[in-house]
């Protein structure tokens, strides 16, 4: 006569696979999910370092041939439409923000945990300015480097 079932043996060997599976699938997310929180909060200083770009790159493209300086500390003219004259422009960094401010106007932040800007002109032909950009951010040990070189649109 036959016993239905499973010997003890059996039974802790199955208990004994499905633990080592078990591991090695923990593992396996345990991984992923700490990849996943060390992505994070590098996506979001990378959003933020991209709109701050993109805010000094508006801003610097429109400025007067020879009307600005190089460094962290930039100042420049862009012209004004609306009376037919100029706005004076000032970009710096202080602290690990970003502020912008026309005209004597207050400075606004326009970012914030930026370690690095900087704003180097290269004469590259007579009548254009070439000036490159470079913006690095730091949020967590999370550090994002942005650069570029930009043709200024006024050839005055």
Known sequence: ???????????????????IIAGFIGGFLYQEINFYNLLIPRREVKIENKL??????????????????SGNNIRFKIPYTTFKGYTSVRIYLSSNKIYLSTNGNPATVIGDKVTYFN????????????????LVSNVNNNTLEQQTEIFLRNTR
């Open 52 to 69: 701050i770009f993109e805010r000094i790159l508006k801003e610097i493209k429109d400025a007067y041939k020879n009307s600005y300086n």
């Open 119 to 134: 704003l180097t002109s290269i004469r590259w032909y007579p009548e254009r300015d070439l000036v490159r950009v470079r």
């Open 1 to 19: 006569m036959k016993k239905k079932g499973f010997t003890l043996l059996e039974v802790v060997l199955v208990v004994l696979l499905i633990g």
